[in-house]
């Protein structure tokens, strides 16, 4: 509650903004250092001098902030012109010529909090002319004219005053708006005023404007007419910017210009405003100044009144009549009133011709513009002093005040309506002023005996002494100095005394502009504070009851800050000042602070709390605080509470397991579910990483106890619902005792019930520890079951708990609020143990009520009872499946967290839910199809003959048999899961999940096309068409077709397979899996087809859920939204898969081809639209040069195919993962593929055929091609191409052969000379093998024998060649 100097800002790059503007002079820095560290420093006896005042100020504070070492650079910003927005969203630092401009800016610190930092926006060069440096500058928010703004500035102005008498605006980007040379002087100061809401009736509205002083003038410029230009300007601007042009009329500004006479030297001023004086004033002024005979007019005129230091006089006032002709006196004054009235109102005649052409522009540059004369106004009085020099003035918000500093190191107060000084300080030699107006709280005003009028506001006036490092506070107009603070002696105190421009009383109307009023720069850490005071220190002195009372309730403070106190002097210290404290509502705040206090014990709480209450208790009951009293006596209550339940849980003597609950009843169906929670248990049992003060274990403190309780207005206690944490604390803290069988249940409950909790509360409380240490539970079940027993019936036997009027043909809300606990907990295990307790609970209960009520027992048994049926059937479910879900995946696998499960959760999820949640188990876990397939299989041989309960038992036992591996209970798991659900995990829906999630996965990350396979392979498993059209229809449109088109699209662009890069820049992923992924793109569409095909011959399968599962309400499951999909148009799908193959055949072998270019206009048009859609397709002959286009590259694969069988070093893409089946450039169904789509793009099929003989030849596998011969229909051409093959052979082997033998040659030259020259016209080198042994070349001409007819042209060559490889075989 004292002073407080608070960091909200901080400056970005401050080296860079050094570093700009002194750019010229940094060798001379370490000159500048040197003579720095050799002046005095005076702060240590300055401050001694100064710790008088410290002693006595208890509001006083001081905060310190470390010096830089003597290596520190010069104090730089002490020669800079700064000025900062009074919205802190921008600041201006400019020297000589050169200026920086900083912005706001938000960023996030490390501790991921949000922090406003000022940034370099702008930098650049202000200057135009030659020798004129920046003197003066000042920030000018604009306000919005938008009717939805709330008080943030449209833009900043920055106006900028020179050394050659121009004053430039411009916008905070550096763009200049409009310049004029309005004195052919310095500007030694820019000052601005704007509009405030007056306080008060009466109070003289000020008008806004922007004040100019000159060495010997002053001039005025109209707040309104300059918001208008400036905006007129800023359009302009923008528009020219826009359109490229330079031409900009900038608007008339109008300006009034006093030449201020009868002063020595100026060097700042204050414009105060209009002002109006009181008839006596006036009377006063007209017989000082025309004698006895003045005659004083009836209404008194309005003047502007300006204040001006310097020196001769040290401060002098000027007085300005406000537009009126009328002579102030009516003789004496009608001089001084013509020349008043004579006041220039005028347009500006110096600006900078901007719409000129540049021959133009330089004749204005050299004749500078006519500047207007000003008006003479004489000084009416000031303070005489011709040794003391002013140096700054510092107005006050309200006007009425004002802080003059001067050469002599005095601080000077004048009061500016009666023209005298009324304070001075001493000792601040280069002082830096500012000052503080700050409203009343609202909380003050309670006790402020003047509550009914408007809110008070206190002035405070701000003092940096940079020479002794200090920022000082004191209260107006003679009050104590309040706030000191350690600043550091090269800070810079930035006060505007200034907000928005462009406002009224109209527009200002509910707005919340915040803005700093004073704010200090400190250049080394560039951190910008502001100073905040509580406005009780204005009215503090040293007899003030609410002072005194601030003081003891911050020495109360420290008191409990401390640690090292011993209990006993904390307790009589708080004791002491809480029975000190006269305001109640101080008094509250005290009491509330030590009770909420971590370190103090509870019995100094109760004996603090127990000592103010009898004192309220004795003192006159109309004078004490109700509301007070009535706190103590709650608090008192509530720590005889809390002190009960405490002695209760660590009492010695156990009467817990006296009472010796029977578990008759539960042992069945505990021993039944045994083997499931034993290892749900041991799944629940890995270790953990958690907090200490976390831990259910820590004991509660009492400060938590009463944060979380308070007393209601008919005497009982109400527990507040805070954090989940805090919740399960609080229950911990009164109940695990209980339920671990060391503290007396009953006396507890007594305790509980007597203090007036409502059972509904302490049954939440019950619950809710008993959910949340479930692993504790599970150790030792039938005793945590047992004593959960005796508490719940403790519980319902409360008054209040069941009602009395309750219809047992209706539910119970009792019972309801445990179903519904036990519904909503994912601790499958406590909820199920819980549902037995409250069922058995419940049914007991019902049976008793019965008796009484004979007549109406079998409707409640059947209502009530079928409920608890219902949420126990349902609880066993989700206790199995949550069993499954928690089985860790093994290493290597996919991993993540493992999945919650409640039965709201599944009941939320929809008819699918089960399946989704069982599905993302499966990739979790990596589970292959055909291993899920087989683990489904395995289930439905089980299922012959066996009923529920049988199951379960047999699940249980397998668990318990260690010696089976991990893998097989893992899978016994599973199955006992799908036998709980037979209809929500039907292999069909099962699958269909799977395939969708592995689709999901692979979605997110593209690279690994396991998962797409993975997808398709769960599709082919799924037996229904129906679903299996529906899944693959919506795998297609949400997933697949995006990609694939980007994938075509890619491949036509560049002509080719794409390289790596290309590929994850269009499609997202590599060169691999993008191969891999048009494979699986070739399956999907073809299980499409044949779903399609198979839809009619089908019905559609009917979809059921579970008799204790018909509750769920969710969204569509999977298979529903699969049913409800459209047909697919079968042309349409085959087309695309056409396109997917060419491009999966592309990829694969790395072929050159445009693959929609080897279609129709029909048929590019018709790829990648929706496959329900009805297309024009293309139909009848196709263009022969498309064909021959797509017979290359048939012709081509079938090439690269041959090739990759026999080149060893060739496998399926992806080495890194595991290969997939049957798939990559060897795989042996490429022939077929494209034999099946030959007929598809109009290309022959024994043309392929002819080529892969040819091609297996070439490659000398010559088995391979006899077999693909024997389909071949055109034996002849197949003939001639073989001939040519033959002779290529032995042409190599003859003639090109590097062994060539004697034999070779002698049989050269007795073959046929027809034959010789047929041989060596062949060019072997097109062969890849040609070294064929000479039994396949003989069988192969053999071959050609028999196919060609003897009538054949080649014939004959074909028999020579025979007779020479026979020759050539025997002579081998």
């Given at each position: 509650?004292?002073?407080s100097?608070?960091?909200?800002?901080?400056?970005?790059?401050?080296n860079?903004?050094?570093?700009?503007?002194?750019?010229?002079?940094?060798?001379?820095e370490?000159?500048?250092?040197?003579?720095?560290?050799?002046?005095?420093?005076?702060?240590d006896?300055?401050?001694?001098?100064?710790s008088?005042?410290?002693?006595?100020?208890?509001?006083?504070?001081?905060?310190?902030?470390?010096?830089?070492?003597?290596?520190?650079?010069?104090?730089?910003?002490?020669?800079?012109?700064?000025?900062?927005?009074?919205?802190?969203?921008?600041?201006v630092?400019a020297?000589e010529q050169?200026?920086?401009?900083?912005?706001?800016?938000?960023?996030?610190?490390?501790?991921?909090r949000?922090?406003?930092?000022?940034?370099?926006?702008?930098?650049?060069?202000?200057?135009?002319?030659?020798?004129?440096?920046?003197?003066?500058?000042?920030?000018?928010?604009?306000?919005?004219?938008?009717?939805?703004s709330?008080?943030?500035?449209?833009?900043?102005?920055?106006?900028?005053?020179?050394?050659s008498?121009?004053?430039r605006?411009?916008?905070?980007?550096?763009?200049?708006?409009?310049?004029?040379?309005l004195?052919e002087?310095?500007v030694?100061r820019?000052k601005?005023?704007?509009?405030?809401?007056?306080?008060?009736?009466?109070?003289?509205?000020?008008?806004e404007?922007?004040?100019?002083?000159?060495?010997?003038?002053?001039?005025?410029?109209?707040?309104?007419s300059?918001?208008?230009?400036?905006?007129?300007?800023?359009?302009q601007?923008?528009?020219?910017?826009a359109?490229?042009?330079?031409?900009?009329q900038?608007?008339?500004l109008?300006?009034?210009?006093?030449?201020?006479?009868?002063?020595?030297?100026?060097?700042?001023?204050?414009?105060?405003?209009?002002?109006?004086?009181?008839?006596?004033?006036?009377?006063?002024?007209?017989?000082?100044?025309g004698g006895?005979n003045?005659?004083?007019?009836?209404?008194?005129?309005?003047?502007?009144?300006?204040?001006?230091?310097?020196?001769?006089?040290?401060?002098?006032?000027?007085?300005?009549?406000?537009g009126?002709?009328?002579?102030?006196?009516?003789?004496?004054?009608?001089a001084?009133?013509?020349k008043?009235?004579?006041?220039?109102?005028?347009?500006?005649?110096?600006w900078?011709?901007?719409?000129?052409?540049?021959?133009?522009?330089?004749?204005?540059?050299?004749?500078?513009?006519?500047?207007?004369?000003?008006?003479?106004l004489?000084i009416r009085?000031?303070?005489p002093?011709?040794?003391?020099?002013?140096e700054s003035?510092?107005?006050?918000?309200?006007?009425?005040?004002?802080?003059?500093?001067?050469?002599?190191?005095?601080?000077?107060?004048?009061?500016?309506?009666?023209?005298?000084?009324?304070?001075?300080w001493?000792?601040?030699?280069?002082a830096?002023?500012?000052?503080?107006?700050?409203?009343e709280?609202?909380?003050?005003?309670?006790?402020?005996?003047?509550?009914?009028?408007p809110?008070?506001?206190?002035?405070?006036?701000?003092i940096?002494?940079?020479?002794?490092?200090?920022l000082?506070v004191?209260?107006?107009q003679?009050g104590?100095?309040?706030?000191a603070?350690?600043?550091?002696?090269?800070?810079?105190?930035?006060?505007a005394?200034?907000?928005?421009?462009?406002?009224n009383?109209?527009?200002?109307?509910?707005?919340?502009?915040?803005?700093?009023?004073?704010?200090l720069?400190?250049?080394?850490?560039g951190?910008?504070?502001?100073?905040?005071i509580?406005?009780?220190?204005?009215?503090?002195?040293?007899?003030?009851e609410?002072?005194?009372?601030?003081?003891?309730i911050?020495r109360?403070?420290?008191?409990?800050?401390?640690?090292?106190?011993?209990?006993?002097?904390?307790?009589?210290?708080?004791?002491?000042?809480?029975?000190?404290?006269?305001?109640?509502?101080?008094k509250?705040?005290?009491?509330?602070?030590?009770?909420?206090?971590?370190?103090?014990?509870?019995?100094?709480?109760?004996?603090?709390t127990?000592?103010?209450n009898?004192?309220?208790k004795?003192q006159?009951?109309?004078?004490?605080?109700?509301?007070?009293l009535?706190?103590?006596?709650?608090?008192?209550?509530?720590?005889?509470?809390?002190?009960?339940?405490?002695?209760?849980?660590?009492?010695?003597?156990?009467?817990a397991?006296?009472?010796n609950?029977?578990?008759?009843?539960?042992?069945d169906?505990?021993?039944?579910?045994?083997p499931?929670l034993?290892?749900?248990a041991?799944?629940?049992?890995?270790?953990?990483?958690?907090?200490?003060?976390?831990?259910?274990?820590?004991?509660?403190?009492?400060?938590?106890?009463?944060?979380?309780?308070?007393?209601?207005e008919?005497?009982?206690?109400?527990?507040?619902?805070?954090?989940?944490t805090?919740?399960?604390?609080?229950?911990?803290?009164?109940?695990?005792?209980?339920?671990?069988?060391?503290?007396?249940?009953?006396?507890?409950?007594?305790?509980?019930?007597?203090?007036?909790?409502?059972?509904?509360?302490?049954?939440?409380?019950?619950?809710?520890v008993?959910?949340?240490?479930e692993?504790?539970v599970?150790?030792k079940?039938?005793?945590?079951v047992?004593n959960?027993?005796?508490?719940?019936?403790?519980?319902?036997?409360?008054?209040?708990?069941?009602?009395?009027s309750?219809?047992?043909?209706?539910?119970?809300?009792?019972?309801?609020?445990?179903?519904s606990?036990c519904?909503?907990?994912?601790n499958?295990?406590?909820?199920?143990?819980?549902?037995?307790?409250?069922?058995?609970?419940?049914?007991?209960s019902?049976?008793?009520?019965?008796?009484?009520?004979?007549q109406?027992?079998?409707?409640?048994?059947?209502?009530?009872?079928e409920q608890?049926?219902?949420?126990?059937?349902?609880?066993?479910?989700?206790?199995?499946?949550?069993?499954?879900?928690?089985?860790?995946?093994p290493?290597?696998?996919?991993?993540?967290?493992?999945?919650?499960?409640?039965?709201?959760?599944l009941l939320?999820?929809?008819?699918?839910?089960i399946?989704?949640?069982?599905?993302?188990?499966?990739?979790?876990?990596?589970l292959?199809?055909?291993?899920?397939?087989?683990?489904?299989?395995?289930r439905?041989?089980?299922?012959?003959?066996?009923?529920?309960?049988?199951?379960?038992?047999?699940?249980?036992?397998?668990?318990?048999?260690?010696?089976?591996?991990?893998?097989d209970?893992?899978?016994?798991?599973?199955?006992?899961?799908?036998?709980?659900?037979p209809h929500?995990?039907?292999?069909?829906?099962?699958?269909?999940?799977?395939?969708?999630?592995?689709?999901?996965q692979?979605?997110k990350?593209?690279?690994?096309?396991?998962?797409?396979w993975?997808?398709?392979?769960h599709?082919?498993?799924?037996?229904?068409?129906?679903?299996?059209?529906?899944i693959?229809?919506?795998?297609?449109?949400?997933?697949?077709?995006?990609?694939?088109?980007?994938a075509?699209?890619?491949?036509?662009?560049?002509?080719k397979?794409?390289?790596?890069?290309?590929?994850?820049r269009?499609?997202?992923?590599?060169?691999?899996?993008?191969?891999?992924?048009?494979?699986?793109?070739?399956?999907?569409?073809?299980?499409?087809?044949?779903?399609?095909s198979?839809?009619?011959?089908?019905?559609?399968?009917?979809?059921?859920?579970e008799e204790?599962?018909?509750g769920?309400?969710?969204?569509?499951?999977?298979?529903?939204l699969?049913?409800?999909?459209?047909?697919?148009?079968?042309p349409?799908?085959?087309h695309?898969?056409?396109?997917a193959?060419?491009?999966?055949a592309?990829?694969?072998?790395s072929?050159k081809?445009?693959?929609?270019?080897?279609?129709?206009?029909?048929?590019?048009?018709?790829?990648?639209?929706?496959?329900?859609?009805?297309?024009?397709?293309?139909?009848?002959?196709?263009?022969?040069?498309?064909?021959?286009?797509?017979?290359?590259?048939?012709?081509?694969?079938?090439t690269?195919w041959?090739?990759?069988?026999?080149d060893?070093?060739s496998?399926?893409?992806?080495?890194?993962?595991?290969?997939?089946?049957s798939t990559?450039?060897?795989?042996?169904?490429?022939?077929?593929?494209c034999?099946?789509?030959?007929?598809?793009?109009?290309?022959?099929?024994?043309?392929?055929r002819r080529?892969?003989?040819?091609?297996?030849?070439?490659q000398?596998?010559?088995?391979r091609a006899?077999e693909?011969?024997?389909?071949?229909?055109?034996k002849?051409?197949l003939?001639?191409?073989?001939?040519?093959?033959?002779?290529?052979?032995?042409?190599y082997s003859?003639l090109?052969?590097?062994?060539?033998?004697?034999?070779?040659?002698?049989?050269?030259?007795?073959?046929?000379?027809?034959?010789?020259?047929?041989?060596?016209a062949?060019?072997?080198?097109?062969?890849?093998?040609?070294?064929?042994?000479?039994?396949?070349?003989?069988?192969?001409?053999?071959?050609?024998?028999?196919?060609?007819?003897?009538?054949h042209?080649q014939?004959?060559?074909?028999?020579?060649?025979l007779?020479?490889?026979?020759?050539?075989?025997t002579?081998d």
């Amino acid at each position: 509650m004292s002073c407080s100097l608070v960091e909200f800002c901080r400056l970005q790059e401050l080296n860079a903004v050094r570093d700009h503007l002194f750019l010229s002079q940094r060798p001379e820095e370490e000159k500048t250092q040197t003579e720095n560290e050799l002046s005095w420093d005076t702060s240590d006896w300055e401050a001694t001098w100064d710790s008088g005042d410290n002693k006595e100020e208890g509001a006083a504070s001081a905060t310190t902030v470390e010096e830089e070492t003597t290596g520190q650079r010069a104090p730089w910003l002490q020669d800079c012109v700064v000025s900062l927005s009074p919205c802190s969203d921008l600041l201006v630092v400019a020297r000589e010529q050169k200026a920086v401009f900083l912005s706001a800016k938000w960023r996030t610190d490390d501790s991921g909090r949000e922090e406003m930092t000022l940034a370099v926006s702008w930098t650049g060069t202000l200057s135009t002319d030659d020798g004129e440096c920046v003197s003066s500058s000042i920030c000018i928010p604009l306000a919005s004219q938008k009717r939805s703004s709330t008080g943030r500035p449209d833009w900043t102005c920055v106006v900028v005053g020179f050394t050659s008498g121009y004053v430039r605006f411009y916008t905070e980007n550096g763009v200049l708006l409009l310049a004029q040379l309005l004195h052919e002087d310095p500007v030694l100061r820019l000052k601005c005023r704007t509009y405030e809401i007056p306080r008060h009736p009466g109070v003289t509205e000020q008008h806004e404007e922007l004040s100019i002083l000159y060495p010997a003038a002053l001039v005025t410029i109209d707040g309104f007419s300059l918001f208008q230009s400036l905006r007129a300007c800023r359009n302009q601007v923008a528009r020219a910017t826009a359109a490229g042009s330079d031409v900009i009329q900038p608007p008339p500004l109008a300006y009034k210009k006093w030449g201020l006479q009868d002063m020595d030297t100026i060097v700042d001023h204050s414009s105060v405003g209009i002002m109006t004086l009181c008839v006596f004033d006036q009377m006063k002024n007209a017989s000082i100044l025309g004698g006895f005979n003045a005659s004083v007019k009836g209404n008194p005129p309005a003047m502007s009144q300006y204040v001006t230091v310097g020196g001769g006089p040290y401060t002098g006032f000027y007085y300005a009549v406000e537009g009126s002709t009328q002579p102030l006196l009516s003789h004496v004054a009608l001089a001084v009133a013509s020349k008043l009235t004579s006041a220039l109102f005028s347009a500006a005649s110096g600006w900078l011709g901007w719409n000129k052409h540049k021959n133009e522009e330089e004749a204005v540059q050299k004749q500078k513009p006519k500047v207007e004369p000003a008006t003479a106004l004489g000084i009416r009085f000031g303070l005489p002093d011709s040794r003391r020099h002013g140096e700054s003035i510092c107005l006050s918000p309200c006007n009425t005040l004002a802080g003059v500093t001067d050469d002599f190191g005095r601080v000077t107060l004048l009061d500016l309506a009666r023209g005298i000084a009324i304070r001075m300080w001493k000792g601040y030699r280069d002082a830096q002023l500012g000052w503080l107006q700050v409203p009343e709280e609202r909380v003050d005003r309670e006790f402020s005996p003047s509550a009914s009028l408007p809110r008070r506001h206190a002035l405070f006036l701000v003092i940096y002494a940079p020479r002794r490092g200090i920022l000082e506070v004191w209260g107006m107009q003679q009050g104590p100095r309040v706030g000191a603070f350690t600043v550091g002696k090269h800070c810079r105190l930035l006060y505007a005394g200034y907000r928005l421009m462009g406002v009224n009383s109209v527009t200002s109307k509910g707005w919340q502009l915040h803005t700093q009023q004073v704010c200090l720069l400190d250049p080394i850490t560039g951190a910008l504070r502001t100073v905040n005071i509580p406005f009780h220190l204005a009215l503090s002195d040293k007899k003030s009851e609410r002072a005194k009372d601030m003081h003891l309730i911050k020495r109360l403070t420290t008191i409990l800050r401390s640690r090292e106190v011993e209990p006993d002097i904390l307790e009589s210290e708080a004791k002491s000042v809480l029975l000190d404290i006269k305001h109640p509502a101080i008094k509250k705040q005290a009491l509330e602070s030590l009770l909420s206090n971590k370190n103090a014990p509870v019995s100094c709480l109760t004996n603090v709390t127990r000592a103010l209450n009898e004192t309220l208790k004795q003192q006159d009951p109309e004078e004490v605080d109700a509301a007070l009293l009535q706190l103590c006596s709650s608090q008192l209550k509530l720590l005889q509470l809390y002190t009960d339940i405490q002695k209760l849980h660590s009492g010695a003597d156990n009467e817990a397991c006296s009472e010796n609950d029977s578990l008759e009843g539960m042992e069945d169906e505990l021993s039944r579910i045994g083997p499931t929670l034993q290892r749900y248990a041991q799944l629940t049992a890995r270790p953990s990483v958690s907090f200490a003060q976390d831990s259910p274990d820590t004991p509660m403190p009492a400060r938590a106890f009463l944060s979380q309780m308070e007393c209601t207005e008919d005497g009982g206690l109400r527990v507040v619902r805070g954090s989940e944490t805090e919740w399960n604390h609080l229950g911990n803290f009164m109940f695990w005792g209980c339920l671990c069988g060391r503290s007396p249940l009953r006396e507890v409950c007594d305790t509980l019930q007597q203090a007036g909790i409502s059972p509904q509360q302490l049954l939440s409380l019950l619950l809710s520890v008993w959910l949340q240490r479930e692993k504790e539970v599970l150790q030792k079940p039938e005793e945590a079951v047992r004593n959960l027993h005796t508490l719940l019936l403790a519980l319902s036997d409360m008054k209040g708990a069941v009602e009395e009027s309750w219809d047992t043909q209706s539910i119970s809300p009792w019972w309801q609020q445990v179903r519904s606990t036990c519904i909503q907990s994912h601790n499958a295990a406590a909820a199920l143990l819980a549902a037995f307790v409250a069922h058995r609970a419940a049914k007991a209960s019902i049976t008793s009520r019965g008796d009484s009520k004979l007549q109406s027992e079998w409707e409640a048994v059947s209502m009530e009872l079928e409920q608890w049926v219902v949420c126990v059937r349902q609880l066993e479910d989700v206790l199995v499946l949550q069993t499954l879900l928690l089985v860790p995946p093994p290493q290597g696998a996919a991993g993540g967290a493992a999945a919650q499960c409640s039965i709201k959760t599944l009941l939320e999820g929809g008819t699918g839910g089960i399946a989704d949640s069982v599905s993302k188990w499966v990739f979790r876990h990596s589970l292959a199809p055909e291993r899920l397939k087989e683990i489904l299989q395995r289930r439905e041989d089980k299922e012959a003959d066996e009923k529920l309960e049988q199951k379960d038992g047999q699940e249980g036992k397998e668990q318990e048999e260690k010696s089976q591996e991990d893998t097989d209970r893992t899978a016994e798991l599973l199955v006992a899961v799908c036998q709980r659900f037979p209809h929500s995990l039907s292999p069909d829906l099962l699958f269909a999940h799977c395939c969708w999630e592995y689709v999901v996965q692979w979605n997110k990350d593209p690279e690994d096309g396991r998962y797409f396979w993975w997808a398709v392979e769960h599709l082919k498993l799924v037996s229904s068409p129906h679903i299996q059209l529906g899944i693959s229809a919506m795998m297609w449109s949400t997933f697949i077709v995006k990609r694939f088109s980007a994938a075509a699209f890619l491949m036509e662009k560049v002509g080719k397979a794409p390289k790596d890069r290309l590929c994850r820049r269009d499609v997202g992923m590599g060169d691999k899996a993008v191969t891999s992924f048009l494979g699986c793109c070739v399956q999907l569409l073809q299980i499409l087809m044949e779903a399609d095909s198979a839809v009619e011959e089908v019905s559609a399968p009917e979809l059921s859920v579970e008799e204790a599962w018909c509750g769920a309400e969710g969204p569509e499951s999977l298979a529903e939204l699969a049913l409800e999909q459209r047909g697919v148009h079968y042309p349409l799908v085959q087309h695309h898969c056409l396109l997917a193959s060419l491009l999966h055949a592309a990829m694969t072998f790395s072929l050159k081809v445009k693959p929609l270019s080897l279609f129709d206009s029909k048929g590019k048009n018709a790829f990648f639209r929706d496959l329900t859609t009805i297309q024009l397709m293309p139909s009848g002959d196709m263009d022969p040069g498309l064909v021959s286009l797509r017979q290359e590259f048939l012709l081509r694969v079938l090439t690269g195919w041959v090739q990759a069988i026999d080149d060893p070093s060739s496998s399926a893409p992806g080495s890194n993962s595991p290969s997939l089946p049957s798939t990559g450039p060897r795989a042996d169904w490429w022939p077929s593929l494209c034999l099946e789509l030959g007929p598809l793009l109009q290309v022959n099929p024994d043309i392929l055929r002819r080529h892969i003989v040819c091609e297996l030849y070439n490659q000398g596998l010559d088995p391979r091609a006899e077999e693909v011969m024997l389909e071949v229909e055109d034996k002849d051409v197949l003939g001639s191409q073989l001939l040519v093959l033959t002779g290529q052979r032995l042409s190599y082997s003859l003639l090109h052969s590097q062994s060539q033998t004697q034999a070779a040659m002698e049989l050269l030259a007795r073959l046929p000379p027809t034959l010789c020259t047929w041989l060596k016209a062949m060019d072997p080198s097109e062969l890849r093998c040609p070294l064929v042994p000479l039994s396949q070349t003989s069988r192969l001409v053999g071959r050609l024998i028999e196919i060609l007819p003897e009538n054949h042209a080649q014939y004959s060559l074909a028999l020579h060649l025979l007779e020479a490889v026979d020759v050539l075989t025997t002579e081998d």
